[in-house]
């Protein structure tokens, strides 16, 4: 059962179960109390004796993992209670990341071929894995291998479907941070911020207010060059074990004038320029 304070609890038991002569400290006289002292894990662990009382009592709860590693060699904690003690807080060690190839499943991509709506699927990085026609027809960035948060910042062209674009921006950028959540530590992530960051002051500055919104549906207003102003609901569909895929499908009010213009984009002559199909991409 999960306790309240489970990682002060596991800590004070190790403790008290540890020989200070195991842990290379010369026993002079009576002690009182049976292991290590707290004041002595935290000098054998280099960390303050009052940072080391705050994680028994609970008072701080998410040490970093160099602070666990360095208290489970002090308690001589193997390899399964080291990891035990690490699963106790929402610190981990930094895993070693290699970009990987993401993939849709084969019936996502069916699914997108069917639907007479423009739909994609996005990584949780934002970049466009897999699309079709009418998507790739409302806007040419939506096509695999282009993420929509530096197409945003980065392509004037992109940037003059959005009437409202500093709206937009703030919206892409909440988002950006609510799909990647703590996980900034991906290289992937890492080299995507940091080119924003150089190359776009307004990017720049909403990163650093650390806005979060959750990534759902919501309204989208687009100034299409041929379609006109474009007023859309967006929904975005997360995609089960697929690591943080979003399916996201662009509709709009039956019968509204963006319909019929959604219908004429998704017309044989609008379409005439061939275009990778979401099977294909």
């Known amino acids: 059962m999960s306790r309240p304070n489970a990682l002060g609890e596991y800590l004070r038991a190790r403790r008290e179960l540890t020989d200070p002569v195991d842990a290379g400290l010369p026993v ?17 662990a280099g960390i303050s004796a009052d940072y080391y009382l705050r994680l028994e009592q609970g008072r701080d709860r998410n040490p970093s993992p160099q602070v666990l590693q360095a208290l489970a060699r002090v308690l001589r ?20 990341r290699r970009p990987r190839r993401e993939t849709v499943p084969t019936g996502i991509r069916q699914l997108l071929d069917a639907i007479n709506l423009p739909a994609f699927v996005e990584s949780r990085t934002f970049e466009v894995l897999a699309a079709n026609r009418l998507a790739g027809a409302v806007s040419p ?24 674009w500093e709206q937009a921006v703030r919206g892409v950028v909440a988002g950006f941070r609510a799909s990647v959540g703590s996980d900034v530590d991906d290289p992937r992530i890492i080299q995507l911020v940091g080119e924003l960051s150089l190359a776009s002051d307004t ?8 806005d979060v919104t959750a990534l759902a549906g919501g309204t989208l207003r687009l100034r299409h060059p041929r379609a006109g102003l474009l007023e859309l609901r967006r929904e975005k569909l997360p995609l089960s074990d697929s690591g943080g895929q979003i399916l996201a499908v662009y509709h709009a009010e039956p019968g509204s004038q963006s319909a019929r213009a959604l219908a004429a984009l998704a017309s044989p002559e609008a379409m005439e320029t061939p275009r990778a199909s979401a099977a294909d991409a």
């Open 77 to 96: 904690l193997d390899a399964t209670a080291t990891e035990h003690l690490l699963s106790l807080t929402t610190a981990r060690p930094a895993a070693s």
């Open 28 to 44: 002079v006289g009576v002690r009182r109390t049976p292991g290590l002292r707290r004041e002595e894990v935290a000098t054998l």
């Open 141 to 164: 960035n939506i096509r695999p291998g282009v993420n929509r948060l530096r197409s945003i910042f980065l392509d004037p062209a992109e940037q003059d479907l959005y009437p409202d």
């Open 203 to 210: 990017f720049r500055r909403l990163w650093a207010r650390h």
